[in-house]
T-cell receptor, first 110, second 115 residues
């Protein structure tokens, strides 16, 4: 069974600070996705990482993928309040099924 | 990006009744649809995967007779919660993908409350 773990589960950080969220998965996969979820809402796609060494950046968020280590990171640079949300990574298995990480609830405080 | 339209957004129903949730892919052909359930402050749990024209594949622990999934066309999939009970109250989300190595697009979600 494919397991996807995120660390940390909860994160409170001050505006302007940097932090990294980690996503570990248990089986071989070359496809890793990051999503954002606001309370009561569905998922918003942030990044799709399709190969080892892939790095993508959008605004204050940057995601990377190391398929050999089965690790993806989501780095937050100079956090702002608008980034407060829950972030999920998800891995696609060979059966084309998504398995989601535990989620990281991020609160950015002034 | 592509759009998956899910409705209703929220529904309240009585115990013992059935509820149907629809997901439509508006500008792409969703060869595969996924259905997820999310309890408060938890992650999304995959319930089932359906390919157009085929029977859905259910995850372990998900009752296929209770959660009926139909994916009769490339643009429409439905989830029917039969004989709903309060413990079925949850946030249900669908997503569709057009094939391997393509992104999955998520519906807006349906909040089901069974009273």
């Amino acid at each position: 069974e494919l397991k996807v773990e995120q660390n940390p589960l909860f994160l409170s950080m001050q505006e302007g600070k940097n932090y990294t969220i980690y996503c570990n998965y248990s089986t071989t996969s070359d496809r890793l996705y990051w999503y954002r979820q606001d309370p009561g809402k569905s998922l918003e796609s942030l990044f799709v990482l399709l190969s080892n060494g892939a790095v993508k950046q959008e605004g204050r968020l940057m995601a990377s993928l190391d398929t050999k280590a089965r690790l993806s990171t989501l780095h937050i640079t100079a956090a702002v309040h608008d980034l407060s949300a829950t972030y999920f990574c998800a891995v696609l298995n060979t059966g084309n099924q998504f398995y989601f990480g535990t989620g990281t609830s991020l609160t950015v405080i002034p | 990006g592509a759009v998956v339209s899910q409705h209703p957004s929220w529904v309240i129903c009585k115990s013992g009744t059935s509820v149907k949730i629809e997901c439509r892919s508006l500008d792409f052909q969703a060869t595969t649809m996924f259905w997820y359930r999310q309890f408060p402050k938890q992650s999304l749990m995959l319930m089932a995967t359906s390919n157009e024209g085929s029977k859905a594949t259910y995850e372990q622990g998900v009752e296929k007779d209770k959660f009926l999934i139909n994916h009769a066309s490339l643009t429409l999939s439905t989830l029917t919660v039969t004989s709903a009970h309060p413990e079925d109250s949850s946030f249900y989300i669908c997503s569709g993908t057009g094939g391997l190595n393509t992104e999955a697009f998520f519906g807006q979600g349906t909040r089901l409350t069974v009273v």
